[in-house]
């Protein structure tokens, strides 16, 4: 399901109060998996890990354990 089917439904603070629980979840995921939020802009999160210089396998493998993390979050 989608964001803006289910948005569509909810009322107006229904939506901030939805958005808020996940992303709040996302950032404690974020620092779990060692990598670093850059920005959230409405119902987009984006997050990248390797940027200190870490190799690109270990990079790449903590930020996809960040997305199956946010997607069973």
Do not use: C, F, S
């Given at each position: 399901v989608s964001y803006t089917?289910?948005?569509a439904t909810l009322e107006p603070v229904q939506i901030?109060?939805?958005l808020n629980k996940m992303y709040s979840a996302y950032?404690?995921?974020v620092d779990e998996c060692e990598c670093y939020k850059v920005e959230t802009i409405g119902d987009a999160f984006m997050a990248v890990c390797g940027t200190q210089g870490q190799d690109p396998v270990t990079a790449a493998t903590k930020v996809a354990r960040l997305a199956q993390a946010m997607i069973h979050a």
């Open positions: 089917t289910i948005a901030v109060r939805l950032d404690e995921l």
